[in-house]
Antibody, heavy 115, light 107 residues
Framework: EVQLLDSGGGLIEPGGSLRLSCVDSEFTFSSFAMNWVRQAPGKGLEWVSQITSSGSTYYADSVKGRFTISRDNSKNTLFLQMTRLRAEDTAVYYC?????????WGQGTLVTVSS | DIQMTQSPSTLSASVGDRVTITCRAS??????LAWYQQKPGKAPKLLIY???NLASGVPARFSGSGSGTEFTLTISSLQPDDSASYYCQQCNKYPYTFGQGTKLEIK
């Protein structure tokens, strides 16, 4: 049973913008912190951002000022607005639930930044 | 930022072996440490939270220990399905950080 469904990835030119979405099929979405974690091709995991249940937001230094995390609790949906994209932002982006440890995870959506 | 260092980076072991992966933090994270398993092309899966708590549905051959700056993930009797990459993650302080990963291969 799929709980988190990521979408919105694709091929985008450097300097462009993209918005990722993650829909939670459970009705407890609003009670949990949510995260974005990314994985560049052949590399390890990198935490990107978190939004708590109360709406506080946190970012990795590598994306601060360029990415914005948000949530729509009425639609059980998490977003990541990405601007001024760079080649080094190329990765599979996963949404994941939890304030501390992350469980469950979405299946991931691939973002490729290239001209 | 808190740096997380795993060792070894790669590991080859036989079915039935006892396997240990180490994760060291550059400063104390108390017990705010999680372990994940990731298979190729798949999302990570939570194995251990708060250093030593087994996540729901995870086989009892997996265990975690440690506190402060040094942690271990142990597989008591390696199974073929355990071939994967393993990551530690500190959730004590933002920005959260992961170890670089340990790739475990079955001989």
């Amino acid at each position: 049973e799929v709980q988190l469904l990521d979408s919105g990835g694709g091929l985008i030119e450097p300097g462009g913008s993209l918005r990722l979405s993650c829909v939670d099929s459970e009705f407890t979405f609003s009670s949990f912190a949510m995260n974005w974690v990314r994985q560049a091709p052949g590399k390890g995991l990198e935490w990107v951002s978190q939004i708590t249940s109360s709406g506080s937001t946190y970012y990795a230094d590598s994306v601060k000022g360029r990415f914005t995390i948000s949530r729509d609790n009425s639609k059980n949906t998490l977003f990541l607005q990405m601007t001024r994209l760079r080649a080094e932002d190329t990765a599979v982006y996963y949404c994941a639930q939890g304030r501390d440890e992350f469980d469950p995870w979405g299946q991931g959506t691939l973002v490729t930044v290239s001209s | 930022d808190i740096q997380m260092t795993q060792s070894p980076s790669t590991l080859s072991a036989s079915v039935g072996d006892r396997v240990t992966i180490t994760c060291r933090a550059s400063q104390s994270v108390s017990n705010w440490l999680a372990w994940y398993q990731q298979k190729p092309g798949k999302a990570p899966k939570l194995l251990i939270y708060k250093a030593s708590n087994l996540a729901s549905g995870v086989p009892a051959r997996f265990s975690g220990s440690g506190s402060g700056t040094e942690f271990t993930l142990t597989i008591s009797s390696l199974q073929p399905d355990d071939s994967a990459s393993y990551y530690c993650q500190q959730c004590n302080k933002y920005p959260y950080t992961f170890g670089q990963g340990t790739k475990l291969e079955i001989k």
